[in-house]
């Protein structure tokens, strides 16, 4: 072992020897260098408490479920099903990419949904913000609005599995039509919907690759892939009948009537 290292050992143990034997120049001091935290959450007392404690719980699951709300109450899922066929139909892979089809697809919603908003935030959100509401009826004539919306585009048969599986009557209206109901048969309203578009979306691009495979076998080209060759013809096609815009327009169109 070299002198330099046999000093800095010694000045090690001189040190921990110092330190440990209670010598002023390398003791430690005697307070606490780091200040105690104590943190107390304060419930209440009585039913107030607890109260306010279930709403938090609440408030806590409503935000973690927004997702699903999302998707399943209102345009989005439409949306984003005939985006992705027409990527599919297109065979262009990941290209849009996922981030710019659901990015799409949200705008899309917010733009559908905007009246049904504004109904929510005139009507519920802003007499409750400004305390002439509570929050029971806030919630219930919030959830109006989004009825409404939903009452439009489902379908009678899918209201009605659903309705009779309950064994619940028959409503009268949107007004009276359980949630628990209405939103799963609003979701395979769209999942139908939006597979019809599908369906019709596909159609051209299948054309394009059956004339493309026929002609490489007419020129016994078997081991070459129609998908290559048939990729930039159905790009091209989509660019000039303007496909985003199209496609866009009947999205927008299925939800005015």
């Not at 927004?66 to 139909?89: C, E, Q, Y």
């Amino acid at each position: 072992m070299s002198i330099n290292k046999r000093l800095a050992l010694l000045f090690a143990a001189v040190f921990l020897l110092s330190v440990y034997s209670g010598d002023t120049a390398f003791a430690a001091p005697s307070g606490n260098l780091i200040p105690g935290l104590n943190v107390n959450i304060d419930a209440g007392s009585g039913t107030t408490g607890a109260s306010n404690t279930i709403t938090v719980i609440l408030l806590l699951t409503v935000l973690s479920l927004a997702p699903s709300f999302l998707i399943l109450m209102t345009s989005f899922t439409r949306i984003v099903i005939v985006m992705g066929f027409v990527r599919t139909s297109l065979g262009t892979q990941q290209m849009p990419p996922n981030q710019v089809l659901i990015g799409l697809s949200l705008f899309l919603t917010l733009f559908i949904m905007s009246p049904t908003l504004g109904q929510i935030n005139d009507t519920a959100l802003q007499p409750f913000l400004k305390g002439e509401m509570n929050q029971t009826a806030a919630l219930q004539q919030a959830s109006l609005p989004v009825k409404e919306f939903m009452w439009k585009h489902t379908r009678p048969k899918d209201l009605k599995l659903f309705l009779d599986y309950t064994k619940a009557d028959a409503p009268t209206g949107y007004e009276d039509t359980p949630l628990t109901a209405l939103v799963p048969a609003f979701a395979i309203s769209e999942l139908k919907t939006a597979f019809q578009m599908g369906f019709m979306i596909f159609i051209p691009f299948l054309v394009i690759d059956m004339i493309i495979a026929s002609a490489l076998m007419a020129m016994g080209m078997m081991m070459l892939p129609p998908v290559m060759i048939s990729l930039p013809f159905k790009i091209l096609l989509f660019i000039l009948v303007d496909g985003w815009y199209l496609v866009v327009k009947s999205l927008l169109l299925s939800y005015s009537t």
